[in-house]
């Protein structure tokens, strides 16, 4: 078993990035044009869902919750809203290099695995947020910036076990 741990250092660098974007919308919000209020008040709300998601995993490095579980079997991501085990048999291919994002992607091999999970109000809140905005489920990313290993080390250690 293979456990890659959060670095708190980056969850905390991206939470005060999150609360610095969200008082500029703000600002933004308040004494400009309804086109910036607009643009500010998404804005806002991306910024408020990326806090959010920096939050849990800032609780999960506080408890000692590793980000990436790597097993013979299974793959187990704690970096998304809601953590999800993945069989290795179930699992195409690992994407990277994606429009705008250092996130790998995990392609299942069948989509129908995504199974719905009951979940509190917020978090189905978030997930039809993304599911709206975003062209691949939320709970497929592997979330780079939050972990203490590089992509290029991740990649290699990945296909290595999908292979098996």
Known sequence: MIEINFDKGKIIVSMVLCFLAA???????????LIFKLASTVWVLV???????????????????????????????NSTLEPRQIQWADIDSFVTGLYRTTSIFIKLKD???LKKEKT???IRFLSFIDRNVSTKPGCLWIDIDVINIREQDLIPLLNQKLRK
């Open 120 to 122: 509190n109000r917020l």
């Open 47 to 77: 910024a408020a869902s990326v806090f959010y998601l920096r939050i849990q995993q800032l609780n999960r490095c506080r408890k000692g919750i590793a980000a990436l579980t790597i097993n013979q079997d299974t793959l187990l991501n």
């Open 111 to 113: 989509s129908s695995l």
């Open 23 to 33: 008082v500029i919308a703000l600002y933004a919000w308040l004494y400009k044009d």
